[in-house]
C-alpha cells in the first residue's frame, strides 16, 4: 500500500468505515491550523481525533511530534485521539469500538456488525 497517497487512503478505506459505524466527521483541510488531527468526529457522544497517516513509516516525519503533542493534549481531556494508518487501522477502528462497549454505547450486535465490517475491509496489523 505505499504507492497509495494518505488523502487516497482516507478517502477510499478510511472514511467509508467511519460513516460505516456512524460516525460524524469532519476532514481538515490541508493548509489549516497546524498540530490539528486529520478527522475531528463524534460518535455516540464521544469526541475522537484522528491523525491519518500513509504508513507506519510516516510516523518519522518531523512534523508528527506537534501532531502526536496535540493528540496528547486531546487524551488528556477524555477525547479519544489515534494515529491512524494502514498498518493499524484494524486495531485503531476495533480499539475505539471497544471502549463504547464497554461503556454500553454500543450493543453486542452492533459491536459484532462492525468488527465484520472491519476485518472484511482492514488487513490485520503487520507486526
Do not use: C
Request: hydrophobic letters at 40%; aromatic letters at 12%.
Amino acid at each position: 500500500m505505499s504507492k497509495m497517497t494518505e488523502n487516497h487512503w482516507r478517502d477510499r478505506f478510511l472514511r467509508p468505515a467511519l460513516n460505516y459505524m456512524g460516525m460524524v466527521h469532519f476532514v481538515k483541510e490541508a493548509k489549516s491550523i497546524r498540530g490539528l488531527p486529520d478527522i475531528v468526529g463524534v460518535w455516540k457522544g464521544e469526541p475522537i481525533f484522528l491523525e491519518v497517516k500513509k504508513s507506519r513509516a510516516s510516523l518519522n516525519h518531523p512534523r508528527t511530534r506537534l501532531q502526536a503533542y496535540q493528540l496528547q493534549k486531546l487524551i488528556e481531556q477524555r477525547a479519544l485521539g489515534f494515529f491512524i494508518y494502514p498498518e493499524n487501522a484494524n486495531t485503531v477502528l476495533k480499539a475505539i469500538t471497544d471502549v463504547l462497549y464497554s461503556q454500553e454505547k454500543l450493543t453486542h450486535e452492533e459491536r459484532k456488525k462492525i468488527f465484520k465490517y472491519i476485518n472484511e475491509h482492514f488487513e490485520e496489523e503487520k507486526l
